[in-house]
Each structure stands twice: as C-alpha cells, then as structure tokens.
C-alpha cells in the first residue's frame, strides 16, 4: 500500500475493547469490526433484520441514520448516538463504543458492570521502620524489635495476630530489616500490623463475587481505588451441585461437606489471586485487605458458618450481620494478617452480593421507583418505592446456563447464543462462529421468544403441530433449530416441549417475584422509572424478548438499564470505602423481606405468569 493509499484510510477506535483499525471510506462498522477481530452480535449477517449489532458513536460520524434503524432503535437511542454496526456506513475517523451485549462471549469477560471507583476511606497506613539487625551483643526478640521500631514511628498501640507473628521474622530479614509496615485500623484507635513490605511496594486489595456458577475476582490499588487486574473462572462448588440447594444437601449428607466445599472454591481463589497478581506485579503479601460477597449460601460457605438451617423453613441464616474473618483462617493466601470483609446478608438467600448490587447501582439510595434484580440460578429482586426498599428471591434454576435443557451448554464456543426466526426462517449465531453444537442460555430465550412470535409454541408452551419446523420424533413434538448437516455434532440441535417449560418456569419465578414486591408497595408495574437488570445472564439477554415472554413487565425498552456484574462493582465499593460499609448496613436495617414460600397470593401468580 503507497503512502498516498495510507493516507485516505480512516482510523476506528473500539471501546471498551482499545483496538483500532484503518478502512475505506464507505466500510461500515460491522465490516471495520470483523477487520478488527472484533466479533459483533449479527444473527442477521448484516441484514439489519435482527437490531443486535447496536453500537454508540463516541465522535466522529457516519452515515444518515436508515429506516431500518429507526424501526430497530428507539428515539431516545437514536439521539444518543446508538447505531446498527451494519447499516453505518463510513466517512470520517470515529470512535466507537461496543455495549456489552453487542460482543460474542469469547470477549465477554463477564467481569465489567456498574459501579464508579471511590476514594480510598479505610483506615490503613504504611509506616516506615528501620531496625537495627540482631547481634551477638543485641539479642532481643524479632516481634519486641519490631514493637520497638512501630514506637518509635509512633505507633505503640498495635496487635501482631498469630498468623502475622509467624512470618514477620521471614519478611524482616528478608528485608533486610528495613521497609513498610502495613497498618490497618480496627475501629479502637489501635492498628494491627498486616504484613512487612519493601519500601516501594503497593498495598493491594482483593473483592470478589461469588455466584453460584461463577467467581469474579478485581485487584485494586489501595493507594488509588484503580484496578489493577481481574479474572473470572467457574465456581467449582458446581461439581457438587448446580444449585444452592443441592449444595445443602450434599453438606447434610456428608459429614465433611462443608470443608469440602470451602476448600474446593478457596483453592481457586488462591489460584486466582496468583494469576491477578502475576498480571498486577505485585505479591501475595501485597494483598492486604479482601471483600467476599455472595448469597447467604456462597457467603456460609465460604466463611465455614453451618448451612444446614438455610435448606429448613424458615431459612435462616447463622449469621447477618458483616464480618470480618482473617484470611489466614479459610486458607487465603494473602498478607500474612490480612482480613477479608463479608457485607450483612438480608435474609433467606439474599445476601451481601444484593447488598453491593445496590450500591454500585444507587438503587439503595434512589428516590426513584426502581425494581433492580441480579438474574442468576436464584434471582434476587429488590424495589426501591417511596423511600423504602422490599426484596425477595425466587428460585429460577439454571435453565439460563443451559442446564436442564436437552442441546444445552453454557456459553462456549459453537453455543447457539442468538436466534432469529424471520418469515419461516431460522437463523442462529454461534459462539465464535463456529457450526452450533449445543445453545446457551441467551440463545434458549431467544429461541422461546422467536418460536412465540412465530406461532411455533401456544401459550402454554406446546409446540404447535405441522408448524414450520416442527416434526414428530420419539413420540413427540421437537422444533429444528439447526439441521444435523449444518451443525457440529453430526445430529439436529431441536428446542424440545420440556426446554419451553424450563424456560416457562424459570421466567414465571422472576416475573411473580416482580409482582410481589409491587402488590407489597402498593406500585403498578407503570409506575416504575427505572428497571435495572444486572447478572452475567442479564446483561446478555435481549429485553424485548424477555419482555416479549412475561419474564419482565411491558414498560417501555427505554426504562430498562443492563448494568453487568454490578455485585462485583459494589464489592470493589466495600473494598476501599469504609462509608459504603457504614451504607451496607443501612441497606440491611431498613431493607423489608418478602418471603414468597409464605407470601398469599405467590403460588397463583407463579401460574399466571407461566404462560407465553
């Protein structure tokens, strides 16, 4: 390519994702982004059939918004700057931005939501100390000489824990008896000494999110509240039970079960710290504070607190209130006395990861009427109505990772993750691309909504017979999503009556925990401003087809907001600011719990909202 040729390129810049790429002019962004590697959500294939491929422009612009656009995006999109990848043609350098759920999985990291970096407010120091080495003529203790040495920084009142007497004599002389002593306030005007750094290193802290299928982990600077890694990986309790509940019964029948379950997640844990750190360049003696949110059940769990009460009416929990647990004592490999905070849980279920649910999104505070729940394989619903907060949690199973499903599997390479169905025809996407080979759970809602509007599935859910698609096989009705020659696996990948229902069921617990909470408040669904949807599944879903399907109520798509892993963003908040833990136990103290087993009303809802 000669210079003059360079020079009549233009630039693209992606965001979130930072890469850039050089275009003809009249390239439209769906064309610039598969340049780029970057792979956007087009069931269609750039038809604009399908309105997923939505991006923003940030600055710069392209072409005359099309009148398929304006049938695809709403008004208010449209104004600020929303696009269809496929229909924006190119003309000038721009910058764009990718919503998340415009990305294929391969570059989700399920790790990004809602929550703004604050200010570091907890009490923690770095005082600088240098000792004298013992000597034959000075041959004082190494935990006195190091008390000797917090005196004379100022520092009298300090406890040393077991744990951190233990390792102080290493870390001193590895040192070279000069350095920082990390210092972190217990709320008496005393310090505890955490651990002994190089002058020079960075204090770091450790929040993480632990779903009952996934596990988020962020480093965070404690100097800056910046973060400095993060990574995600599978919470491994999953071997032992795809829900809360099973993971109770296999504590109840094993007498080592709940050690087996802390043991087994606390070991990816410190896999993970490892691998954030390496990435951070730092060590795991700069870890020296950790917040752990997660549902009552992930937060026993992990804390080693009983949970046989939690599967019994009337679940409860052994503990609600926050506490703060040395790492050391759950087997974290962290600063030698690092403690890891755990937020108040509400009750039932509903646990501390609601709690930072709502502080990342301003639900807690919001003088608006806002439903914000966090979609997961138990889904926690809180209302913000008239200054008061209700909540419940309504079991809706795992049918959203793919599980329960006859072609299911969770979001991987070749998962069917978008369905369109458009005048008799079937179009899929799948992950990276490939030729399908089982569908995700984004794609088993597409494909309920899809089949719906297309009159393949009543509204009980029964396949229709002789509809497009539908063929008898085994002695019942299945729909052909993908041929057995168009797929991977050699056979036909088929939505089968009883994946509707799962999907019916699981859609009907998160829709009648909705109209609970509104019929306590006394609130027509009409009446809310906002309708947050937060959770790795939630920020993936298409809403019109949740909507489409009753597992949301029919406000206007404008009202809706996905935020991502906003529990993960909250613990971050809880990490380094100790006025949003004086907030997280506001929002337990005040938080109202509707318990939807005993609720009058629940069962004939939960049917109601069943059908499509």
Same mark, same amino acid.
């Given at each position: 390519?000669?210079?003059?040729?360079?020079?009549?390129?233009?630039?693209?810049?992606?965001?979130?994702?930072?890469?850039?790429?050089?275009?003809?002019?009249?390239?439209?962004?769906?064309?610039?982004? &598969?340049?780029?590697?970057?792979?956007?959500?087009?069931?269609?294939?750039?038809?604009?059939?399908?309105?997923?491929?939505?991006?923003?422009?940030?600055?710069?612009?392209?072409?005359?918004?099309?009148?398929?656009?304006?049938?695809?995006?709403?008004?208010?999109?449209?104004?600020?700057?929303?696009?269809?990848?496929?229909?924006?043609?190119?003309?000038?350098?721009? &910058?764009?931005?990718?919503?998340?759920?415009?990305?294929?999985?391969?570059?989700?990291?399920?790790?990004?939501?809602?929550?703004?970096?604050?200010?570091?407010?907890?009490?923690?120091?770095?005082?600088?100390?240098?000792?004298?080495?013992?000597?034959?003529?000075?041959?004082?203790?190494?935990?006195?000489?190091?008390?000797?040495?917090?005196?004379?920084?100022?520092?009298?009142?300090?406890?040393?824990?077991?744990?951190?007497?233990?390792?102080?004599?290493?870390?001193?002389?590895?040192?070279?008896?000069?350095?920082?002593?990390?210092?972190?306030?217990?709320?008496?005007?005393?310090?505890?000494?955490?651990?002994?750094?190089?002058?020079?290193?960075?204090?770091?802290?450790?929040?993480?999110?632990?779903?009952?299928?996934?596990?988020?982990?962020?480093?965070?600077?404690?100097?800056?509240?910046?973060?400095?890694?993060?990574?995600?990986?599978?919470?491994?309790?999953?071997?032992?039970?795809?829900?809360?509940?099973?993971?109770?019964?296999?504590? @109840?029948?094993?007498?080592?079960?709940?050690?087996?379950?802390?043991?087994?997640?606390?070991?990816?844990? @410190?896999?993970?710290?490892?691998?954030? =750190?390496?990435?951070?360049?730092?060590?795991?003696?700069?870890?020296?504070?950790?917040?752990?949110?997660?549902?009552?059940?992930?937060?026993?769990?992990?804390?080693?607190?009983?949970?046989?009460?939690?599967?019994?009416?009337?679940?409860?929990?052994?503990?609600?209130?926050?506490?703060?647990?040395?790492?050391?004592?759950?087997?974290?490999?962290?600063?030698?006395?690092?403690?890891?905070?755990?937020?108040?849980?509400?009750?039932?279920?509903?646990?501390?990861?609601?709690?930072?649910?709502?502080?990342?999104?301003?639900?807690?505070?919001?003088?608006?009427?806002?439903?914000?729940?966090?979609?997961?394989?138990?889904?926690?619903? =809180?209302?913000?109505?008239?200054?008061?907060?209700?909540? =419940?949690?309504?079991?809706?199973?795992?049918?959203?990772?793919?599980?329960?499903?006859?072609?299911?599997?969770?979001?991987?390479?070749?998962?069917?993750?978008?369905?369109?169905?458009?005048?008799?025809?079937?179009?899929?996407?799948?992950?990276?691309?490939?030729?399908?080979?089982?569908? =995700?759970?984004?794609?088993?809602?597409?494909?309920?909504?899809?089949?719906?509007?297309? @009159?393949?599935?009543?509204?009980?859910?029964?396949?229709?017979?002789?509809?497009?698609?539908?063929?008898?096989? @085994?002695?019942?009705?299945?729909?052909?999503?993908?041929?057995?020659?168009?797929?991977?696996?050699?056979?036909?990948?088929?939505?089968?009556?009883?994946?509707?229902?799962?999907?019916?069921?699981?859609?009907?617990?998160?829709?009648?925990?909705?109209?609970?909470?509104?019929?306590?408040?006394?609130?027509?669904?009409?009446?809310?401003?906002?309708?947050?949807?937060?959770?790795?599944?939630?920020?993936?879903?298409?809403?019109?087809?949740?909507?489409?399907?009753?597992?949301?109520?029919?406000?206007?798509?404008?009202?809706?907001?996905?935020?991502?892993?906003?529990?993960?963003?909250?613990?971050?908040?809880?990490?380094?600011?100790?006025?949003?833990?004086?907030?997280?136990?506001?929002?337990?103290?005040?938080?109202?719990?509707?318990?939807?087993?005993?609720?009058?009303?629940?069962?004939?809802?939960?049917?109601?909202?069943?059908?499509?």
């Amino acid at each position: 390519m000669s210079d003059e040729d360079a020079s009549k390129k233009l630039r693209i810049d992606f965001e979130p994702i930072g890469r850039r790429v050089k275009v003809s002019p009249g390239t439209t962004i769906l064309e610039a982004a &598969r340049l780029a590697g970057i792979e956007l959500v087009s069931v269609c294939g750039g038809g604009g059939t399908c309105g997923r491929c939505k991006v923003r422009l940030m600055s710069g612009a392209a072409s005359e918004v099309t009148d398929t656009e304006r049938h695809k995006l709403s008004k208010s999109e449209i104004k600020e700057g929303f696009r269809l990848a496929c229909q924006a043609g190119l003309s000038e350098d721009v &910058r764009i931005q990718i919503p998340p759920q415009s990305l294929t999985t391969p570059q989700r990291t399920q790790l990004e939501g809602e929550g703004e970096e604050l200010p570091v407010t907890i009490d923690w120091k770095a005082a600088t100390l240098a000792m004298q080495p013992p000597s034959l003529e000075d041959l004082t203790a190494d935990i006195t000489r190091f008390r000797s040495g917090l005196s004379g920084a100022g520092f009298s009142k300090v406890e040393i824990e077991s744990q951190a007497s233990v390792s102080l004599p290493e870390q001193l002389r590895k040192n070279l008896w000069q350095g920082q002593v990390v210092l972190r306030g217990t709320g008496t005007q005393k310090y505890r000494a955490v651990t002994f750094l190089p002058s020079e290193a960075v204090a770091v802290g450790m929040a993480v999110d632990v779903g009952t299928t996934k596990v988020a982990m962020y480093l965070v600077d404690l100097q800056n509240g910046g973060t400095l890694a993060k990574s995600g990986a599978m919470n491994p309790q999953i071997s032992y039970g795809e829900d809360v509940i099973s993971r109770i019964g296999y504590c @109840n029948t094993h007498s080592d079960g709940r050690k087996v379950l802390q043991s087994v997640l606390v070991d990816t844990l @410190n896999a993970m710290i490892e691998e954030n =750190c390496q990435s951070a360049g730092v060590t795991r003696d700069q870890v020296v504070e950790g917040v752990v949110v997660g549902n009552t059940v992930m937060h026993h769990l992990f804390g080693g607190f009983p949970v046989q009460q939690l599967g019994e009416a009337p679940y409860v929990a052994a503990v609600s209130e926050a506490v703060e647990i040395p790492a050391a004592s759950v087997g974290l490999m962290m600063a030698p006395g690092a403690h890891v905070y755990l937020p108040p849980n509400i009750a039932g279920y509903v646990g501390g990861d609601h709690v930072a649910m709502l502080l990342a999104t301003g639900t807690w505070n919001s003088k608006k009427n806002v439903i914000a729940l966090d979609i997961g394989t138990n889904t926690e619903v =809180c209302l913000a109505a008239q200054g008061k907060l209700y909540c =419940c949690s309504c079991a809706s199973g795992p049918a959203f990772e793919g599980a329960h499903i006859q072609a299911g599997m969770r979001a991987a390479r070749g998962a069917i993750e978008r369905v369109e169905i458009d005048n008799g025809t079937v179009r899929v996407q799948s992950i990276g691309g490939l030729a399908p080979v089982g569908i =995700c759970g984004s794609g088993i809602l597409d494909a309920v909504a899809e089949m719906t509007m297309a @009159n393949v599935v009543d509204t009980r859910g029964s396949l229709r017979s002789g509809a497009l698609g539908v063929i008898a096989r @085994n002695d019942r009705q299945e729909f052909v999503l993908v041929t057995a020659a168009e797929s991977g696996t050699g056979d036909d990948i088929v939505i089968t009556r009883s994946d509707v229902n799962q999907i019916q069921l699981a859609k009907a617990a998160i829709r009648a925990g909705v109209e609970v909470l509104l019929a306590v408040a006394k609130l027509d669904a009409a009446a809310l401003d906002e309708f947050i949807v937060a959770g790795a599944f939630g920020t993936y879903l298409d809403l019109e087809h949740a909507v489409r399907i009753g597992m949301f109520p029919g406000l206007p798509l404008e009202r809706f907001k996905q935020v991502g892993n906003a529990a993960g963003g909250g613990a971050k908040q809880l990490l380094v600011s100790k006025e949003r833990r004086q907030a997280a136990d506001v929002i337990a103290e005040k938080m109202h719990y509707v318990e939807l087993t005993t609720y009058r009303g629940f069962d004939q809802l939960y049917v109601q909202n069943m059908y499509l």
